[in-house]
Structure formats: C-alpha cells, structure tokens
C-alpha cells in the first residue's frame, strides 16, 4: 500500500461513493424534467376543479384569468342576439367550458377563450374568431398532441362529444375525421350549420410538431341551456 493511502485511505473509496451519487442526481434530473409538463398538466386541471363546483354545474366554472382584472364585470349577452338563451361571454384567457370523449380517453379538458402559447401550455383553446358553444356556425378547438389532445386521434365517427359551458351544456357526435395542412383553413372557417371542430398537430405517433393537422369534425345533437 503506498504511503498516500496509508495516510488517506478515504481516497481509495471515493468513487465509489461518489458515482451512485452523481448517477442518482442525474436520474433524478431526468425524471423531473420528463415530469414537468404532466405535473404543469394536473395542476391547471387541480385549478379548474376546484375553481368550479363541479362538472355537471358550471355555474361556478369560469377561472379568472391573468389577462383581466378579478373585478371585471360578467359579459352577458341580450337574449334577442342569442336565440333567447343567455350567455356569459367569458374574456380573454377565462376557462369558460369543458370537454369530453369518453370513448376517445379525452376527459375533462379545459377550454380556455384564446389560442396563444401561455393558454395552449395549460389546456385546449378556442379559437376567438369561431363561434361560441350553443349558436350556429363553427366552434374550432384547439390543443397540443403531446398534452391535453394526445388522444384526439381515437376519435371515431359516430362517438359522442360533450361540452360543459358556464351556461350551457352541449353535447356533439363525432361526423368526419379530417387531416389538413396548417395553411388550410377550409375546416376551422366559420360555417352555416352549428359543429365543433377539434384539431391538433398529427405526427403519426411521432414526436415533435409538424405542419400537418388531425380535425374531429363534430355535429350537434342535443343543446341544453341553464336559463
């Protein structure tokens, strides 16, 4: 045994109470990192349902958002606009529905008013040029693959979709499965007859994003207002 070690013999055992260390802080990273958006995931929907009384009664549902002021008054509509049903337009930014496919394995997603990056990172969003859930013409949906709309390519014709809105609940039965180009618009513009459209980027089960899209095209079925 050499001198040094007889004089230092942690030395001698160093790595390898060093290296189960470091290999655990590495796995540990790992994990964080890969469970970061799940949990960002579980925390809007924690959000949401508490923030609501529950999913069958939405009164309650709308989550104040960070682009209005908590005090800003309720956007009701004038009945005579709206087929004499009322409806409390939400703001920018607000959860103001739920969605569900059961058969598809999309399960109380939340639908927030906007489309931007901070809004897509915490749910689906609507579309602020569509229609609103309820009236006629085109209500478009959108989220991300890799979230809340991983299982949007489940969806099959003839599946119902349901829509639980701060004033109404709506349920949609799944018409057309449609891919598209991003450039297209010919099935998130606006249109004569009440649908939901559903889209997200389509992969093919790969990762990343792509330019290619996945719609649901959704036809009404049954409508029931809370007035």
Known sequence: ??????KNPFKKWLPFWTTPILMFLIIGGIIVAVLAVPFAKIKTYSEFIFNSKNTADVSGL??????RSSTA???VSNKEDTLGHTIIYPYYGDVYAIVNCQNAGITDVPVF???DNDILSKGAG???GSTYFGLEGNSVVCGHNNTVFYNLANCKQGDLVEVITTYGKFTYQVSEIVHFKESDRTYVAPTEDERLTLY???TDGMPGSSDDRIGVICEV????FYD
């Open 1 to 6: 045994m050499s001198e040094s070690s007889k």
């Open 200 to 202: 997200t980027c389509w």
């Open 113 to 115: 008013w906007g489309t």
């Open 126 to 128: 609507q579309y602020t």
């Open 221 to 224: 079925i049954d409508k029931s």
């Open 62 to 67: 709308s989550l104040i958002s960070s682009y």
């Open 73 to 75: 008054p309720d956007l």
